[in-house]
């Protein structure tokens, strides 16, 4: 096939959700010799695009993991920096009401600023009747968290334990009524979610990509979407391929690669310096970073 994605494309592969760790802001600003927050800002510019293409696609939701409960451990002024950044997008009501883009915000909203906070109201109820896409953003959000979370209200809810089934947990999650990720994508090198939508992503597919997240660009979503295409989604039930069902063979190199080059996207296997949701700069050390709109788990 050849390498064109379209709604057409999306559609086909049948794609309802996608979430994206936006990670290696601070890499990238220390790369170039310049403050984190020229990161993030830039970091800022790539969710914005990658949000446009998400829409010109067609894909119905995508979750972009903006700040984790972990972040709060940074220093203090980087972290009112980051969630000023984030205040200031979601006050900007044209730009995703231009998207015609429904804004969610999944994670603990109360222990944000009070402007934030506003911010949030604001943006989800004028956002509520958009339709082409539902955009939600993880703000202050930890997957064990939020499971821990519906375990309390189904137990604040008196249900009986003989009632309580997958169904009924998810349904008191932040992502109740949203179908599961089918794709999750992780840029900056690094291989694991990262506290992520863990009851969610069960079945997803993953994929890690050695780019940093203020590089990513519309081209990397694309590489992204056709690997996904080459994946076998079995489910735990062996192999569901036949010929009634299509099968993409995708020959479709990264971003910036030449034929036969080594393919820059790849599961590494190295060491890493961890140090979860904490940040701390090493140049291309392990986990623990992505911020708002790219860096800190």
């Given at each position: 096939m050849d390498n064109v994605v379209d709604?057409?494309?999306?559609?086909?592969?049948?794609?309802?959700?996608?979430g994206i760790i936006m990670d290696g802001n601070g890499r990238w600003a220390k790369k170039r010799f310049l403050p984190r927050m020229a990161g993030h800002s830039q970091g800022a510019k790539a969710f914005k695009n990658c949000l446009n293409s998400c829409v010109k696609l067609g894909i119905p939701c995508v979750t972009f993991y903006a700040f984790s409960t972990e972040n709060w451990k940074r220093p203090q002024k980087e972290v009112d920096a980051l969630l000023d950044l984030l205040r200031q997008y979601l006050s900007n009501m044209e730009e995703y009401q231009k998207e015609n883009a429904r804004l969610r915000v999944l994670g603990e909203v109360d222990p944000l600023p009070a402007a934030l906070?506003?911010?949030?109201?604001?943006?989800?109820?004028?956002?509520?009747?958009?339709?082409?896409?539902?955009?939600?953003?993880?703000?202050?959000?930890g997957g064990r968290g939020e499971i821990v979370q519906g375990v309390k209200r189904l137990l604040?809810?008196?249900?009986?334990?003989?009632?309580?089934?997958?169904?009924?947990?998810?349904?008191?999650?932040?992502?109740?009524?949203?179908?599961?990720?089918?794709?999750?994508?992780?840029?900056?090198?690094?291989?694991?979610?990262s506290n992520f939508l863990l009851w969610q992503s069960a079945y997803s597919e993953l994929l890690f990509m050695d780019v940093l997240w203020p590089d990513f660009t519309p081209e990397h979503l694309n590489y992204a979407l056709h690997q996904y295409a080459r994946r076998d989604r079995r489910f735990g039930g062996g192999g569901l391929w036949s010929d009634e069902l299509p099968r993409y063979h995708c020959h479709h190199r990264a971003p910036g690669a030449e034929r036969g080059a080594a393919h820059p996207y790849?599961?590494?296997?190295?060491?890493?310096?961890?140090?979860?949701?904490?940040?701390n700069g090493g140049a291309l050390q392990g986990p623990g970073r992505h911020g708002l709109f790219g860096e800190y788990v």
């Open positions: 709604k057409n494309f999306v559609k086909e592969l049948g794609i309802n959700h996608i906070r506003e911010s949030i109201r604001r943006a989800e109820r004028e956002s509520a009747g958009n339709t082409a896409i539902t955009v939600n953003i993880a703000l202050n959000y604040a809810e008196g249900i009986p334990p003989e009632e309580i089934t997958e169904e009924t947990l998810s349904q008191r999650l932040y992502t109740a009524g949203m179908p599961d990720p089918d794709l999750i994508i992780r840029p900056s090198g690094e291989c694991r979610l790849r599961a590494l296997s190295r060491l890493s310096h961890r140090r979860p949701g904490g940040g």
